[in-house]
């Protein structure tokens, strides 16, 4: 079954203590995204991956960090978590061709706490 | 820079209704629009897309989007909503120049089905 896998789905934890979310896609894909949803913001863009190697900032990559080494892996690293980034995140990937390499495949997401 | 509004933050409606989900976006280029749907605890699933030709567009599970460039908006409609219906719907979109995955998302319509 095609789909994107992150984990935790849930963690709270605490200021400053690093955590990291993986996500994985099991459809060869070579597009990869990060996402947060706030209430009232919808989903804003945080990173973007357009193959292994290549990453490049969203609309808020700040406090946030990303690493592609392998095709099917896109993580999302919080060095040192702060409570404003207490949010619902989305992990996202799309192939070529696929409705203009937008992203059509999300995970279900990961709700995350700062404490 | 383009930008989605979604004046509706939720919408009631009885079952077996007509729904519309408005839509309006400002871009100065032509642009690609997208409904996505997420229900409680998932991830989103594209409803439908508008990248060019007819403006009117059907998507899944009956809903379709009218695409009007000189109102700059893109609606979701449905003849008659079921219970299952009821969820968030979000519409993105992005500009034709720009490069991939530059979506954005509006900030939700939350569409309230009831008996």
């Known amino acids: 079954e095609a789909q994107v896998t992150q984990n935790p789905r849930y963690l709270i934890t605490v200021t400053g203590k690093k955590l990291t979310v993986t996500c994985s896609q099991n459809m060869n894909h070579e597009y990869m995204s990060w996402y947060r949803q706030d209430p009232g913001l919808g989903l804003r863009q945080i990173y973007y991956s357009m193959n292994v190697e290549v990453t490049d900032k969203g609309d808020v990559p700040e406090g946030y960090k990303v690493s592609r080494k392998e095709k099917r892996n896109f993580p999302l690293i919080l060095e040192s978590p702060s409570p404003n980034q207490t949010s619902l995140y989305f992990c996202?990937?799309?192939?070529?061709?696929?409705?203009?390499?937008?992203?059509?495949?999300f995970g279900d997401g990961t709700r995350l706490s700062i404490l | 820079a383009q930008s989605v509004t979604q004046l509706d933050s939720q919408v009631p409606v009885f079952e077996e209704a007509p729904v519309e989900l408005r839509c309006n976006y400002s871009?100065?280029?032509?642009?690609?629009l997208f409904w996505y749907v997420q229900y409680p605890n998932q991830g989103l699933q594209l409803l439908l897309k508008y990248l060019s030709g007819s403006t009117l567009v059907k998507g899944i599970n009956g809903f379709e989007a009218e695409f009007n460039k000189s109102q700059t908006s893109f609606h979701l409609r449905k003849p008659s909503v079921h219970i299952s219906d009821t969820a968030e719907y979000f519409c993105?979109?992005?500009?034709?120049?720009?490069?991939?995955?530059?979506?954005?998302f509006g900030t939700g319509t939350r569409l309230l089905v009831s008996p």
């Open positions: 871009s100065s280029v032509s642009v690609y």
């Open positions: 993105a979109v992005r500009e034709g120049n720009t490069g991939f995955q530059k979506l954005v």
């Open positions: 996202a990937s799309s192939g070529r061709g696929d409705t203009r390499n937008q992203p059509q495949h």
